[in-house]
């Protein structure tokens, strides 16, 4: 039998003989170009194939195309053009803010729930005498701007806080940490891969020096982002060589990758305004609501105690009110809470009995594309460290599922998912050696 692949609709490929209906809920980890991306790049791969250094005709057209990109990008950052440096993604922005600012005997203020790109810098950084303190989020998923404020030292010279978590979708407090960072004199990097495209985004208003984008995060290519670097920040670049990008990161531009970086910025931009970002909030509030309509599941990262507060919200963010407080499974949350900002596609939630790993298999088995927060250290899995650091046991952490919905999502996509996690919640918890059969 031949195993011809013919794409019927977005999701649905047709094996010969075979249907498989694919949903693909994993846009947290990367998503697919969009149509409109892959046009506008695809004159800069044959083309238009210039340098954008060179001074010929063909260099210039290339120059044009950056130069244009970079208008897109400061727009949607809020920022002036020369305050955008192209790079190759999240953890070279990342990178960049660390080891460009951090020298020994400095002090670093960041949280424990950030990406490796900032974790493990900063742990190489401590190698080198520079003190790191890492903040814990509150059980909710939120940073405490408090707790940061108590963590700064004389010798604090940068604060770097993520806009939303990879895993939970919980959107930090970052215009408030940008204050306290103003007030005490302290450079401010904000990790904005996850939020760029599912929160509007604005230098100013956040009070960031730096401020890091991924293309592949936001239906861009790969390999390819921006680090907003406010004017007068002294960063030290990471790359050398050519006087590419003001002397701020050498190497010939990646000019098909930054033309699809602003194509899929200036898509982004267009999704928050004509309530794409609204409907996928909604899509994703179904799907969390119809979960928790098993028993022994939860949502990590949802409520916090009213005493905390809210946390002045960024212009577009979701808090996903639909069904986290049903009572039907068991979790009735006190009164006196407030729901924590989420990023409208993201939903983590916990599944007594189980193992994320187990489930990641099982669903994709039936053409289901989710992920678990766990990393695999030496043939070992490791719970996320995030859902541990938000105070989660080992279980229940390893128990966890990051479902992460593109913003092309559809009705339909969201009712397969709803039709195929519980027959295979339990199908595995039927197989359950330890506790099968103790849930009500
Ligand atoms: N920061 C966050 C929050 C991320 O989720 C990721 C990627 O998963 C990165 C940084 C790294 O970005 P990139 O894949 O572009 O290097």
Redesign the pocket.
């Known amino acids: 039998m031949s195993l011809r692949k013919i794409p019927i609709a977005r999701t649905i490929y047709l094996w010969e003989g075979l249907a498989l209906l694919r949903v693909y809920m994993d846009a ?2 990367t998503t697919p170009l969009l149509p409109e991306v892959v046009e506008a790049m695809r004159p800069y791969w044959m083309e238009h194939f210039g340098n954008a250094s060179s001074i010929h005709h063909e260099g210039q057209q290339a120059r044009a195309a950056v130069e244009r990109a970079r208008e897109t990008i400061a727009a949607f950052l809020n920022c002036s053009n020369a305050e955008v440096i192209f790079n190759s ?4 922005g ?1 990178n960049t803010a660390i080891f460009g600012l951090l020298r020994p005997g400095d002090h670093f203020i960041t949280t424990s729930i950030e ?1 490796s ?2 974790l493990q810098a900063a742990e190489k950084m401590a190698r080198q005498g520079v003190e790191i303190t890492l903040i814990d989020p509150r059980p909710s998923g939120l940073i405490d701007p408090a707790d940061i404020l108590r963590g700064i030292r004389p010798q604090t010279r940068l604060i770097s806080v ?1 806009l939303a978590n ?1 895993e939970t979708g919980v959107i930090q407090p970052v215009e408030e940490i940008g204050r306290i960072a103003a007030d005490n004199g302290i450079y401010f990097h904000i ?1 904005a ?2 939020g760029a495209g599912k929160v509007e985004l604005d230098v100013r208003r956040f009070g960031c020096h730096l401020l ?1 984008i ?1 293309a ?2 936001m239906h861009g290519p ?1 390999g390819v ?1 921006a680090l907003f670097v406010r004017r007068g920040t002294p960063i030290e670049p990471l790359l050398v060589g050519g006087s590419h990008e003001r002397r701020q990161r050498a190497g010939s531009e990646n000019v098909p990758g930054i033309v699809g970086l602003a194509k899929a910025a200036e898509l982004a931009m267009h999704s928050l305004e004509d309530g794409t970002i609204t409907r996928l909030a909604a899509l994703r509030d179904r799907l969390e609501a119809g979960i928790l309509a098993l028993p022994g599941t939860g949502v990590n990262g949802t409520f916090v105690p009213q005493t905390l507060g809210v946390p002045s919200m960024p212009r577009i963010c979701f808090c996903g009110k639909g069904g986290i407080s049903r009572t039907s499974t068991g979790h009735v949350y006190e009164n006196g809470c407030n729901p924590v900002p989420r990023a409208a596609n993201t939903t983590n939630i916990w599944f007594d009995q189980l193992e994320g790993e187990a489930l990641v298999i099982a669903l994709d088995l039936k053409g289901v594309s989710v992920s678990a927060g766990s990393t695999c250290h030496s043939g070992a899995t490791e719970p996320s460290h995030v859902l541990m650091a938000m105070g989660l046991d080992k279980t229940r952490a390893r128990a966890s599922l990051r479902f992460s919905l593109l913003k092309t999502v559809t009705e339909a996509d969201v009712d397969y998912v709803l039709k195929v996690v519980p027959e295979v919640v339990e199908h595995l918890r039927a197989l359950s050696p330890v506790t099968a059969g103790t849930l009500g």
Do not use: F, L
């Not at 993604?89 to 070279?92: C, D, L, P, V």
């Open positions: 947290n980890a993604g999240g953890t070279e990342d990406h790109a900032i993520m990879n990790d891969v996850q890091s991924s592949h995060k790969k982002g």
